[in-house]
């Protein structure tokens, strides 16, 4: 019989470097991102450096049964308790641990850190993403119109917030 660890989050840490920069230029987590070149590995190492440093980005880790398999970013603004948050699980994952990843987050962010407000965007064309932002009891707050340029297009970028008392009524129920 083998032991099933719970899902959790963790600090990522500087030797979680190359595999999170792995996932995050895969090909299939690269185009729904803001910034679609592929990152170099001193480029992702400078801004480890500066982010694991602010006292308000929080850079997660999140894992199942002991695997890493996803990556958070929850970076609050000023004072308040509302934060934006970016994420990406392994484009090897397994079926499911997307919504691990947020249900665990959402703890962390609403229970751990104390927010009031976590925010997200999708880019519009990223109807995965905005399902899930639904799914995890995020409003959908409103389109910024052609926010985004990417070079060759315009996009729409879709916001969307949870309070925590949202967060605490979903979860209880």
């Not at 719970?6 to 910034?35: C, F, G, K, S, T």
């Not at 049964?65 to 958070?72: K, S």
């Amino acid at each position: 019989m083998t032991l099933q660890l719970q899902p959790q989050i963790r600090p990522m840490v500087a030797a979680d470097l190359e595999q999170v920069l792995a996932w995050r230029n895969h090909p299939e987590v690269r185009r729904y991102m803001y910034n679609q070149h592929e990152i170099l590995l001193d480029e992702h190492a400078h801004w480890f450096g500066r982010a694991s440093q602010d006292s308000k980005r929080h850079l997660l880790i999140f894992e199942s049964d002991a695997m890493p398999l996803g990556f958070i970013s929850i970076n609050q603004l000023g004072e308040g308790g509302v934060a934006d948050w970016g994420f990406y699980v392994a484009p090897d994952a397994p079926k499911g641990v997307g919504s691990d990843l947020g249900r665990v987050t959402l703890d962390y962010a609403f229970t751990q850190v104390g927010l009031h407000k976590l925010c997200g965007q999708a880019l519009a064309f990223n109807e995965r993403s905005i399902r899930f932002h639904l799914k995890l009891g995020f409003c959908q707050e409103g389109i910024l119109r052609q926010q985004h340029f990417d070079g060759l297009n315009y996009h729409d970028v879709a916001c969307f917030g949870l309070l925590a008392g949202e967060w605490q009524a979903n979860s209880e129920r």
